[in-house]
């Protein structure tokens, strides 16, 4: 009797380490060797965040295993072992051992469940992640606690109608994209 078990579970791993599905939302190099790669794997409509590492400038990279059910959407490494991760459905990680592991942070404190799309860290414990809605969360003891940053101002009710999409500091000042969400 021949055998008649679906054979859709392996993983189609191209030769540099990447899962060709993978579907990269971005990578940071630290220096001409070591970077890391976050993205998604879209299978039958259940996302999984997938971050890579490489070692050798691109040419090959390790697969961190499976993180969250979530599309990973930035990674920022701010030393060689700290780093912070953002995802979708208000999801934030840490690592505190270079990547090789990955916790996620207390941002479900006040029901929050927005998409992050961006962070930026200054140094090991301060940074900011954005997102849909308006969102901006701020922490000074490296994600233990966030602080939601009020931008709303005098108009909140249109002020909430944006996607955050990115950040970036100048070393004194942080600034941000956004993207009317409005349709």
Do not use: C
């Not at 890391?36 to 590492?53: F, I, T």
């Not at 701020?138 to 606690?145: F, L, N, P, R, V």
């Amino acid at each position: 009797i021949p055998d008649h078990d679906k054979m859709n579970i392996w993983e189609i791993t191209l030769p540099n380490g990447l899962d060709s599905r993978l579907e990269v939302s971005a990578i940071q190099m630290l220096n001409g060797t070591t970077g890391y790669l976050s993205g998604k794997l879209n299978n039958n409509g259940m996302e999984r965040g997938m971050l890579y590492q490489t070692d050798d400038g691109g040419n090959s990279w390790k697969k961190i295993s499976p993180v969250v059910a979530a599309d990973l959407k930035k990674i920022q490494m701010v030393s060689p072992n700290i780093g912070y991760a953002v995802a979708s459905h208000g999801i934030a990680l840490k690592t505190t051992d270079g990547g090789n592991s990955w916790d996620m942070l207390n941002t479900y404190k006040n029901n929050f469940k927005n998409d992050l799309n961006d962070l930026y860290f200054i140094n090991d414990n301060e940074g900011i992640l954005v997102g849909n809605s308006s969102t901006v969360l701020k922490t000074t003891d490296g994600g233990s606690t966030f602080s939601l940053i009020d931008i709303n101002g005098k108009n909140p009710a249109k002020a909430q109608n944006y996607s955050l999409s990115s950040v970036t500091h100048d070393g004194n000042l942080y600034y941000v994209a956004a993207n009317s969400m409005d349709t």
